[in-house]
């Protein structure tokens, strides 16, 4: 248990669905991330949330939409998928501004899109 | 942009054997971090260098930051089944605090 909960933990999608992640951290932090986990591929920073405020898009397709409601919550919604995006999708918290600016992952969505 | 370079990919190591793993940047970092992500887990942090030079263990792993503060690397001795998993470096650079991970090495031992 890292003080970050993702849920659905998996998640199997048609093209034309619409659905959401959600991301919930209990640790205080300021700082709230999106990541995309593919097969043989690198972390994919996808959306970066400070104190609420959107502060980085890496040019993510806009099938792709963030929310965050409060410093606390995250979600990701999703709506007509291509079968590429299926991944895993990890949420991260960190604190900016400490020095310690470890990362705090969740245990991931593993997205299939059908 | 700035990046973060890992090599190698995979690891293939025979029980008992050490590795390593190193990690590059083309532009300093103020700080390197080290996670381990299990088969079928997330990633988990093991440990933060900051200090030009520095070098921390835990246990039979050695982590070392470069002097020039562009490269790091993870030392493991004597490998064991439990250090199965992809090791990730991830830095941020004096101008971000976001983190740019590595593409990570994937480690399988044999028995």
């Known amino acids: 248990e890292t003080g970050v909960t993702q849920t659905p933990r998996h998640l199997v999608m048609g093209m034309t669905n619409k659905k959401s992640l959600k991301c919930e951290q209990h640790?205080?932090?300021?700082?709230m991330y999106w990541y995309k986990q593919s097969a043989k591929k690198p972390l994919e920073l996808m959306f970066v949330?400070?104190?609420?405020?959107?502060?980085e898009n890496n040019s993510v397709p806009s099938r792709f939409s963030p929310e965050c409601p409060n410093s606390s919550h995250l979600f990701l919604h999703l709506h007509t998928l291509q079968p590429e995006d299926s991944a895993l999708y990890l949420c991260?918290?960190?604190?900016?501004?400490?020095?310690?600016?470890?990362?705090?992952f969740g245990q991931g969505t593993r997205l299939t899109v059908v | 942009g700035q990046q973060v370079m890992q090599i190698p990919q995979y690891q293939h190591v025979q029980e008992g054997e050490d590795f390593t793993t190193y990690c590059n940047s083309s532009?300093?970092?103020?700080?390197i971090q080290w996670y381990k992500q299990r088969p079928g887990g997330h990633p988990v942090f093991l440990i933060q260098l900051v200090k030009s030079g520095e070098v921390k263990k835990q246990k039979r792993l050695t982590f070392q930051f470069g002097e020039a503060k562009k490269n790091s690397s993870l030392h493991i001795t004597a490998t064991q089944t439990t250090d199965v998993g992809t090791y990730f470096c991830a830095g941020s650079f004096s101008n971000d605090y976001k983190l740019s991970f590595g593409a990570g090495t994937t480690v399988t031992v044999r028995a």
């Open positions: 949330y400070n104190f609420k405020e959107q502060t």
């Open positions: 991260a918290s960190s604190q900016e501004g400490a020095s310690n600016t470890e990362a705090f």
């Open positions: 532009t300093t970092l103020s700080n």
């Open positions: 640790l205080g932090h300021n700082a």
